[in-house]
């Protein structure tokens, strides 16, 4: 299914199940299908489960924009696919299917989204489930072993990346593979051929990085992040998930979640890494059931 558009981005989305909604937001490097295993068992635990390809990824490259024209979706500037224009797709997607106060989960880029979308438009939604990234690393992010993971953020931004890799399924496969390896946890055995053939299509591989390009990483968050008063911090209920091996976010960047919400919980899960909805997802719909 495909969205009404907004700012000219219109969404392809899945949409399965009946009762309290969830809307489900992914990461980079992944799509909508980060989502395979958690939407289903949301959709039996009774749920609406409402999952979007994010603007610039997947289904969503191209819905909207003359596919005769492929580079078109990278000439829109990169801010358009930043945290606030990622939320106002989603928003858009919430009222357009008229969900009543839905559960936003995230992680990674759909973490952000989510965040972004709670402090702006609290009353759209009853809670968040969240994992990293999170508020509160402040100039951590430049010690010596953040930056050795964190690197990718600058390479993201130089036009040299899509000369190497954009509209190249071997040097896509060989990027992708190498995050989704080195971001997951040790028990974990990615799949990722789905995503190579859709980050392989000429200019979407580069619309992806356009998150990082429009100042939207980590890096550049973290970097301008100043906690707020109290009375502007998030204050819908919010459920966060710090898993152990994620390389990028160590626990001890969990120390300050009440310095940005109001209502926050923190709960870490042993034995896994970065991509929360495929490594732990009977964890997150525990959360999500327990919120919704």
Do not use: C
Request: proline share 8%; net charge negative; hydrophobic share 40%.
């Amino acid at each position: 299914m495909r969205s009404a558009a907004v700012d000219g981005f219109e969404l392809e989305y899945d949409r399965s199940g009946e009762g309290p909604a969830v809307v489900l937001l992914h990461g980079w490097p992944g799509d909508r299908t980060d989502y395979r295993v958690l939407a289903p068992l949301l959709a039996e635990r009774g749920f609406e489960v409402v999952v979007p390809d994010l603007r610039g990824f997947g289904g969503s490259f191209l819905a909207g924009i003359d596919p005769t024209v492929v580079e078109s979706p990278v000439a829109v500037d990169p801010t358009q696919y930043g945290a606030a224009g990622q939320a106002r797709s989603v928003i858009g997607l919430i009222e357009e299917l008229g969900l009543d106060r839905p559960v936003l989960a995230g992680y990674d880029v759909g973490s952000r989204v989510a965040q972004s979308i709670a402090r702006t438009n609290p009353e759209l939604i009853d809670g968040l489930v969240v994992a990293p990234p999170l508020p509160g690393i402040g100039k951590r992010v430049f010690s010596e072993q953040a930056q050795r993971e964190f690197w990718y953020q600058s390479f993201h931004r130089l036009p040299l990346i899509e000369e190497l890799i954009d509209g190249k399924p071997d040097a896509v496969r060989s990027y992708l593979n190498h995050f989704w390896q080195h971001w997951s946890g040790p028990d974990f055995v990615p799949a990722i051929e789905h995503l190579v053939a859709a980050y392989s299509v000429p200019g979407a591989f580069t619309a992806s990085l356009n998150w990082y390009r429009g100042g939207a990483g980590s890096i550049a968050v973290s970097a301008a992040e100043t906690a707020p008063a109290s009375y502007e911090r998030i204050n819908v209920p919010t459920v966060v998930l710090w898993p152990e091996f994620d390389p990028l976010f160590p626990r001890a960047w969990s120390d300050r979640l009440d310095d940005f919400f109001s209502d926050v919980r923190l709960r870490t899960v042993d034995g896994v890494g970065h991509y929360a909805p495929l490594e732990y997802p009977e964890i997150l719909a525990e959360e999500i059931a327990g919120l919704g």
